[in-house]
């Protein structure tokens, strides 16, 4: 399969609190990006890493991929109870040149 | 607000029906994109579209059919649907090529078949 299984598939946490989300993956990726879906909406990009990257951040977002365990964490500080939503890893691989495939996604609840 | 613009928001069709999904975009994106989310399951990618030529179609069964009549219209055909292709369907949109990278979505169309 070529697309990212994300983990946990369900998170709850306080407001305040970290949330960590994980993406694994099987195949050689080109980027591997991240998008937020609120309910029945479509879908938000978030953040984009390529697979020269180890690191990046973007307001309270941060994303690291390790390309030799084939895996990315997004990590969100400080959580808000807006920041409920579902969340989705994609990649972008070397053999899909038009392709970006989605993952099954995490839901987040951040409880007030 | 993305840009990218999907009527309708909501459509319920029977099974003998025909309809059309419209997606449109001003961004001056050359490459579209339909995608099927079902519950419970993957974002599924339907067809690509760059350049207003179908380089995508990812095994999607005939009662499918897409048309771009230019690099800003995107539509679906749908015909003699089946109960199981009720969904939420997602058009997105990107600059094509290497730079093809972030998506655009739009609302998407939630579609029930009876």
């Known amino acids: 399969s070529q697309q990212g299984e994300e983990d946990p598939q369900a998170l709850s946490i306080q407001e305040g609190e970290n949330a960590t989300m994980n993406c694994s993956y099987k195949t050689s990726i080109n980027n591997l990006q991240w998008y937020r879906q609120n309910s029945g909406r479509g879908l938000v990009h978030l953040i984009l890493i390529r697979s020269n990257e180890r690191e990046k951040h973007s307001g309270r977002l941060r994303v690291t991929l390790d390309t030799s365990k084939k895996s990315s964490s997004l990590l969100i500080t400080a959580s808000r109870a807006a920041d409920t939503a579902s969340y989705f890893c994609?990649?972008?691989?070397?053999?899909?040149?038009?392709?970006?495939?989605f993952g099954p996604g995490t839901s987040l609840s951040v409880i007030p | 607000e993305t840009g990218v613009t999907q009527t309708p928001r909501h459509l319920v069709m029977g099974m003998t029906n025909k309809k059309s999904l419209k997606c449109e975009q001003h961004l001056g994106h050359n490459a579209m994109y339909w995608y099927k989310q079902s519950a419970k399951k993957p974002l599924e990618l339907m067809f690509v579209?760059?350049?207003?030529?179908?380089?995508e179609n990812n095994s999607v069964p005939s009662r499918f059919s897409p048309e771009c009549p230019n690099s800003s219209h995107l539509f679906l055909h749908l015909h003699t649907l089946q109960p199981e292709d009720s969904a939420l369907y997602l058009c997105a949109s990107s600059p094509a090529g290497e730079a093809n990278e972030k998506l655009f979505f739009g609302s998407g169309t939630q579609l029930s078949v009876l």
């Open positions: 994609a990649l972008k691989t070397k053999t899909s040149y038009d392709k970006v495939i």
């Open positions: 579209y760059n350049f207003k030529e179908q380089t």
